[in-house]
């Protein structure tokens, strides 16, 4: 695991030369890299979304592509579209925004639910289907959405098959004073985008994604994060847990956690501190723990307190 770990460290020092004191939440975006899952990132704006996304593009190399969503927006406009050619008489593909490696699709939530549907596919099969034809995407494939928690005028909710698809939600948030006067600093004549280089290329991320599958997971892990799950579908506040796709998440994450941090076994604080990430944005509070204004992931911290850790020493009932 010493490879995988030198290669996120060289990304992860790359990009916190543009994200600023974000350490935590920059080491979360590359586990998801790491298991070539999605990130939703639900925050505030001008806190750095974008310029996360671009900076995890320039340190790979990789073909970037931004989506601003807006609400006139068609399915055509993500996928692509074919345009006849006079001149050969046939029907040519002239692919949309999304055939790219790392695609940031800005302020989803603007967008319809018909055009909001159009990445369905391409994130979960790495492939867009037009006019009946089938293209397939070039890995790596990352999809990093961006939405505005507080301004809902205009905007859709993205429904809970495009919520599952992603592998987990972030949020940046603000930072704090002493990084802030950092920033400053860092962007008094040029942004440090500007200055972002290469510092891994796209066989090198492939072969990192592959090797993370092989780090351990013991059995008790993998009983320890089902029941985690499960715990969310019995939930008294929750009207839909998550569902296996979440299970997976956690699994999957949980690896690439341990393979960043140089193990080549998964314990339980991975499993803890991935579990709010992965897992909060798949559940549907019910319409009464809505109206207290329950929050999904307060509901993921009493699970984790709950549900008994592996190898913790079970309390007597007095």
Same mark, same amino acid.
Request: charged letters at 25%.
């Given at each position: 695991? /010493?490879d995988?770990?030198a290669?996120?460290?060289?990304?992860?020092?790359?990009v916190?030369?543009?994200i600023i004191?974000?350490?935590? =939440?920059?080491?979360?975006?590359?586990?998801?890299?790491?298991?070539?899952?999605?990130?939703?990132?639900?925050d505030?704006p001008?806190v750095?979304? +974008?310029?996360?996304?671009?900076a995890i593009a320039?340190? $790979?190399?990789? *073909?970037?592509?931004?989506?601003?969503f +807006?609400?006139?927006?068609?399915?055509s406009?993500? +996928?692509g579209v074919?345009?006849?050619?006079?001149s050969t008489g046939?029907f &040519?593909?002239?692919p949309g925004?999304v055939?790219?490696?790392? !695609?940031?699709?800005?302020?989803?939530?603007?967008?319809?639910?018909?055009?909001?549907?159009?990445?369905?596919?391409?994130?979960e099969?790495h492939?867009?289907? !037009?006019?009946g034809i *089938? @293209?397939?995407?070039?890995r790596?494939? $990352?999809?990093?959405? +961006?939405?505005?928690?507080?301004?809902y005028?205009g *905007?859709?909710?993205?429904p809970?098959?495009q919520?599952?698809?992603f592998?987990?939600?972030?949020?940046?948030?603000y930072?704090s004073?002493?990084?802030?006067?950092?920033?400053?600093?860092?962007?008094?004549?040029?942004?440090?985008? &500007?200055n972002t &280089?290469?510092?891994?290329?796209? /066989?090198? $991320?492939?072969?990192v994604?592959?090797?993370?599958?092989e780090?351990?997971v013991?059995?008790?892990i993998?009983e320890?994060?089902?029941?985690?799950v499960?715990? *969310?579908r /019995? @939930?008294?506040?929750?009207?839909l847990? /998550?569902?296996?796709?979440?299970?997976?998440a956690l699994?999957r994450?949980g690896?690439?956690?341990s393979?960043?941090?140089?193990?080549?076994?998964?314990?339980?604080?991975d !499993?803890?501190?991935?579990a709010?990430?992965?897992l909060?944005?798949r559940?549907?509070?019910?319409?009464?723990a809505?109206?207290? =204004?329950?929050?999904?992931?307060a509901?993921?911290?009493?699970?984790?307190?709950?549900?008994?850790?592996?190898?913790?020493?079970v309390?007597?009932q007095?």
């Amino acid at each position: 695991m /010493s490879d995988v770990r030198a290669t996120a460290k060289k990304i992860i020092d790359n990009v916190e030369r543009v994200i600023i004191g974000k350490h935590d =939440e920059v080491q979360l975006a590359l586990v998801a890299l790491l298991c070539q899952g999605h990130v939703l990132i639900d925050d505030v704006p001008g806190v750095g979304k +974008t310029m996360l996304a671009k900076a995890i593009a320039k340190s $790979l190399g990789c *073909t970037f592509k931004r989506i601003q969503f +807006t609400p006139d927006m068609m399915p055509s406009d993500v +996928t692509g579209v074919s345009v006849y050619d006079q001149s050969t008489g046939r029907f &040519e593909f002239r692919p949309g925004p999304v055939m790219a490696n790392i !695609v940031l699709t800005d302020e989803i939530n603007r967008a319809t639910p018909k055009t909001q549907s159009a990445l369905l596919e391409a994130m979960e099969e790495h492939q867009v289907t !037009v006019d009946g034809i *089938t @293209h397939l995407l070039e890995r790596p494939f $990352l999809v990093l959405a +961006t939405q505005n928690p507080i301004e809902y005028e205009g *905007t859709f909710p993205l429904p809970e098959a495009q919520l599952d698809r992603f592998l987990m939600r972030i949020s940046l948030g603000y930072p704090s004073p002493a990084d802030e006067i950092r920033i400053l600093d860092a962007q008094q004549y040029v942004h440090p985008i &500007e200055n972002t &280089e290469q510092v891994v290329d796209g /066989s090198e $991320l492939l072969e990192v994604q592959e090797s993370i599958k092989e780090v351990y997971v013991h059995d008790a892990i993998k009983e320890y994060i089902v029941s985690l799950v499960g715990a *969310t579908r /019995s @939930h008294g506040d929750v009207y839909l847990g /998550s569902s296996p796709r979440g299970s997976l998440a956690l699994y999957r994450t949980g690896q690439a956690r341990s393979a960043l941090l140089g193990r080549d076994y998964v314990i339980p604080d991975d !499993v803890k501190v991935l579990a709010e990430p992965t897992l909060a944005h798949r559940l549907i509070v019910n319409p009464a723990a809505r109206i207290r =204004e329950v929050d999904p992931r307060a509901v993921i911290k009493e699970v984790v307190q709950a549900v008994g850790t592996p190898g913790a020493p079970v309390k007597k009932q007095e």
